[in-house]
Structures are given as C-alpha cells and as structure tokens.
C-alpha cells in the first residue's frame, strides 16, 4: 500500500503526464482522415495485404495454439505473449485471451525459475558457505510489459496480480528476505521494484506518458529503483524528469525519517546519474552503477538550488545519542556523505559548505583513521568523473609507487581500458607494456573490441576495417564489425559495402558446423546482403537455416556481442547490440521482400524455439 504522504507525489507526477497521456491516447485512437482514406494503394495492393494479414492470423493461431506444448515455459509464455501483441488491433478478444494464458505460463515459468534458484542457494551455502547469484528477470515483466502497451487497464489488472503474489511471497520468506537484503540500502519495495521495472521498459520502448502513468504510485521514497527511473525519464523529457525529482525532494525534507542515504540517493539524479551509492552504520560503502560514468545534468537554477537546499537540511539535522540513532547511515555514514558531497556544495552552494564542515569535524571524534583514509579516494568534484580526464596523467605516479611487475601490469591494465573507452590511439602502446603474455592477449582482445566500437560509433570505415582485420578478435566479432560497417557505407560507397559483407561471409564460414554463432553471423549476412543482392541474401540466409538446424542451443533470438575480461582485480564484460544477427530483424525483412518464401524457409527450422522467432517476425511484418 502506498503511503498516504506519497498521495500528493502521485497525484502530482500522473497529473503532469497528463497532457502527454492524452496527447498519446488521442493519436493512437484517431481513425484515418478521409483525405488519406482516399488516398489508399490500388486495390490489387489492399488484396495483397488483406492475404497476407488471413495468413499472418492463421499463423498465430497455429503457433499459439502449437505453444501450449512447448517444453519451455518461460518461451511458452514469451510466445503466447508475442503472438497476442500481434493480433491485437484485428482480434482484440483472442489476444486478451492469449494474454491470460500467457501471465499463467509465465507463473508457472517464474515459479520454477525460483525453485531452481532456491536450490541452488542451499547448494553454495552447503559447499562454500559463499552465496554468488546473477540478477534474475522474471518473464512475467516481459508479459506485463506488452499486455499494458495494449490496454493500460489489463496491465494494471496484471500488475496487481503480480504485486499481490510478491506481499503473499514476502509473507511466506520474511526471515530469509531479511537476510538475502542485509546491507542492501538501496532497493524499492518488490511491489514498488516491479512497477518502477515496467515503467523502465516502457520508457525505453518510447511510451513515455504510459512510463509515467505507471511509475507514479511507486515514485514515494528515495531509492535506487525510483532515482535511476528519473533519470532515465529525463533523457527522454528534461521537464518530466526534473518535475518527479522535486516531488521527491520536497517528501524528502518532509520525512523525519530521511538521512545522509537519502541525499545520497537524491545526488544520484542531480550529479552522478546511473551511479547510486549508500553507506552503512559502520562505514561500509555500496555502489551500483547501470552504466559507465555519466555527465552530471545541466539542471535548471531552481531544481539544483532545491537539491542543495534539501540535501543541506538533512544532513545538518541533529544526530540523537548513539544507543538512540536509527538512522541507515549512522554517524559514520554520514560522516563519509558529507565528506563526499562537501566539494559539489563548495562549487555550487558555497553559503552552505562552511555549516556542513563545521558538522562534520563533530562527527569525526565518532570515525575511524583508516574510514577519512579511505573515502580520500572517492570521487571529489564533477572533475574527477569527467570522462575527458586523461587517464595517462596520473600513470607514471602510480607506476612509481608500485613495488612489482604484477602491480605495474595492473596498472598499464587500468590505464588500456580506460583509453581504449576513448578510443584512444595509445591504447595499443600501453597494451604492449604488459610483461604477462596471457593478461597482455586477453587486454588486446577487450580493448581491440573496444576500439572497434568507437571507430564504428564515429563511422570511421577505415579504422573499424583495420581492427577487423588485424585485432586480437572472435569470428563473431569480426563479423559485427564487418556488417555495422557495411550498412554505414551501403548508401555511400556501396562496392565497399558489398566487399565487407563478402569478408563478413567468409568469416562466418569459418565458425565450426555446429556452434550457434555460425547460424548468427550468417543471419546477420545475410540481412546486410538484403538490400545489395537479394539473391545473395536469400541463398545466406537459406545456409544460416541449416546452420541453425545443426547448432546446439540456437534459439534465434537474445543474440550479444559480447567481450570479456578478467584479471585478479576486476572482471569487465561489456556487450554490444546483436539485433541483427537475431531471426527477428532478419524474417521480417525477408518477409517484406517475399512473404510467401520466407513462410517456407521458417517451417524448415526443426527447433521449436526458432521455428516460433521466425513465425512471429513474419506476422509481424503482415501487419506493420
């Protein structure tokens, strides 16, 4: 139940979405003008489509009805899901049946993803005592996601089946939540969690007013959920973004209960966004970060003089007796929050700086030599967190200091990665300095990958071409490399473009018969090919259907570029968009050029999973 003083941040944030939601609502519903109507193809072209729109339903209800007996639950209910999403502006009462068949396959999916994890808890804690989990992404988000693009009032009706099963589930687990949670000070409430994850999804699917709509009974309190939601919300609309931050803001100075974790969540939005730091009671710090370091907002005067104005105010209130203190940070927290804040108040809100000093040197007689020690090392001012620092200025001191080869290793490790994010030209002459060979390939093939991305992100043909060729790369990679560049320059040099698709084939053929990345290279060749030889692609993509008929553990779809790097001191993965070497971007342009053929080629894959990816993109296209 939401709180009655975040009643009025609610009713605030939808209110303002408002305007937006009915600006949407009214496009989406608005029938065709009768200039338009009259304006329509030939009629043997309206017959061409209404074929292929009885085909693209027969389709999905063949598949739909096929789904039932997937093995796969969690594919079951994605497919079901899919092909109701589909179907919905034709047949809107099947698809809202497909749906709730769906959300059941998806509880049925979800439970047994948390038995197996379940168990597999009580295994690491039997063998090593050490719980190590990855973060899981229930499928009835997926479900929710798409069920509420379609009608607003099924979503919320799926949403409160969803939190319901979450406050039954808390009930069942409160002792071993409890300590799954421990020093976890940033996270949302579950029901609060999984409302603010559908309003990310819906956000990055560009629904912004329906985004809002239903992030606004969860946007109550400051945590990382609500914070990070803002954030995101304010790239996609300044106003909107900087309007629920006030809100927060204005319930934050309100709240007895807010501390320094409070404003360090709210400076999460106004200086470091995506990067959430909390401090515990005996100064432990935790961090999350969903993305490399982020420019800090130009947030309008007024918005950035109420966070300052808030942040002061609660972190000067007065601290009760220590046998009395119930705060999340404690003194010691706090202690480490001002420190670490104090620099931002001396550059933008000096008036403030010399109260909050003199606040923390009474907190000092309460904090250890080694925690002043330690925090000496968090970022101090909007400076140390720009990008453009050179990584290099500060190399030869650290050097210095090192007492072995495996630190400098390390060090030159730190500085290649952090140049090779730049694309920095000198990031093969650090590479080079490392003495251990293995970590010295292992940094080339992460940092090589890296530069690649950035010569493609700055349309740099020659320089993404060069590192194709000669990099410490995977054939996978290469091929990305290779078909990016090409659809960059297939409008401009197409000879060129063409040259590289037939060096991406080559390469792809070099992936062994029964690995899954084959049929993914080719995929992605053959999409690339569409455009410049359509005979080509379609022999491509023929040969990426055997591919995938032959490869273990295809499943068309999800498809990343993935590079990784590991060392004694850190482990960094870093992905790259793979849409194109997914069956779904590739059917449906297949389906575009000829419908009928590409129906044949999807019933010849044998695997049930991407045999539904194919089928799905093709009636996709039928109706888009």
């Known amino acids: 139940m939401v709180p009655s003083s975040s009643l009025l941040l609610a009713i605030c944030f939808v209110a303002f979405s408002s305007g937006l939601n009915a600006q949407s609502v009214t496009e989406r519903r608005t029938p065709i003008p009768a200039a338009q109507t009259d304006a329509a193809p030939p009629e043997e072209v309206d017959d061409v489509t209404a074929q292929r729109r009885v085909v693209a339903i027969s389709l999905l209800t063949s598949l739909a009805d096929e789904a039932r007996g997937f093995r796969d639950q969690k594919f079951r209910a994605r497919v079901q899901a899919r092909a109701a999403d589909v179907l919905w502006d034709s047949e809107e009462e099947r698809a809202r049946a497909l749906f709730y068949r769906a959300w059941e396959s998806a509880e ?14 009580r295994r690491q804690l039997r063998t090593t005592g050490v719980v190590a989990m990855a973060g899981r992404r229930d499928i009835r988000s997926e479900v929710l996601r798409m069920a509420a693009k379609r009608d607003r009032g099924l979503g919320e009706e799926l949403l409160k089946k969803l939190e319901a099963t979450i406050e039954r589930e808390l009930a069942e687990k409160k002792e071993d ?47 990382r959920d609500s914070i990070n939601f803002l954030s995101a919300l304010r790239e996609k609309n300044p106003q909107a973004g900087d309007q629920g931050f006030v809100a927060l803001l204005t319930q934050a100075a309100r709240d007895p209960s807010s501390d320094a974790n409070t404003v360090s969540g709210l400076s999460s939005y106004a200086l470091t966004p995506f990067s959430y730091l909390t401090y515990s009671r005996e100064g432990g710090m935790s961090s999350s970060r969903e993305r490399p370091p982020t420019a800090a907002p130009d947030l309008p005067h007024m918005v950035r003089t109420t966070f300052f104005r808030v942040a002061a105010e609660i972190l000067l209130r007065p601290l009760p007796p220590p046998d009395q203190d119930q705060t999340s940070s404690g003194r010691a927290g706090k202690y480490l929050v001002i420190q670490r804040l104090l620099p931002f108040f001396e550059q933008f809100a000096p008036e403030r700086a010399p109260e909050l000093r003199t606040h ?54 730190d500085v290649a990665v952090a140049l090779s994010r ?4 000198r990031t093969k002459d650090i590479v080079d300095k490392i003495e251990e060979s293995e970590l010295r390939k292992q940094v ?9 991305r950035i010569a493609i992100r700055d349309r ?36 060129r473009a063409v040259e590289l698709l037939t060096e991406a084939a080559a390469e792809a053929r070099r992936i062994g018969g029964n690995d899954a990345d084959r049929a993914r290279s080719l995929t992605a060749v053959a999409s690339g090919f569409l455009e410049a030889d359509r005979v080509r692609a379609w022999e491509i993509i023929s040969e990426a259907v055997k591919a995938a008929n032959s490869a273990d553990g295809f499943t068309g779809e999800d498809s990343m570029i993935s590079v990784r790097l590991q060392t004694k001191q850190m482990v960094m993965v870093e992905n790259a968009s793979g849409e194109d070497f997914d069956l779904t971007g590739a059917f449906k342009s297949f389906a575009n050029d000829d419908f009928f053929r590409s129906i044949d080629l999807a019933k010849s894959l044998k695997e049930e999973t991407p045999r539904a990816v194919a089928t799905l993109a093709i009636a996709r296209a039928a109706f888009e």
């Open 422 to 425: 730049k694309g920095d030209s």
């Open 360 to 413: 923390m040197t009474a907190l000092s007689g309460d904090i250890s030599d080694r925690l002043r020690g330690e925090d000496r090392n968090l970022p101090r001012s909007l400076l140390d967190q720009d990008s453009a620092t050179d990584p290099i200025e500060r190399m030869q001191e650290r050097l210095d200091r090192a007492s072995s080869s495996q630190e400098k290793d390390g060090i030159y490790v």
């Open 108 to 121: 049925a999916a979800d439970a047994e993803s948390e038995r197996l994890r379940a168990e597999d808890i």
């Open 177 to 223: 939540l409890a300590r799954d949670q421990i020093g976890d000070l940033a996270s949302a409430p579950a029901a609060a969690a999984k409302r603010l994850e559908l309003a990310r999804r819906l956000l990055e699917d560009g629904d912004i007013a329906l985004a809002m709509e239903f992030a606004g009974p969860a946007l109550y309190n400051v945590n």
């Open 460 to 495: 740099d043909a020659d320089e993404a071409t060069r590192i194709a060729k000669s990099g410490e790369l995977t054939s996978i990679q290469r091929v990305w490399i290779y078909t990016r560049t090409a659809r960059q320059l297939m409008n401009s040099d197409r000879p």
């Open 444 to 452: 080339r093939a992460y940092t090589d990958f890296q530069l690649a």
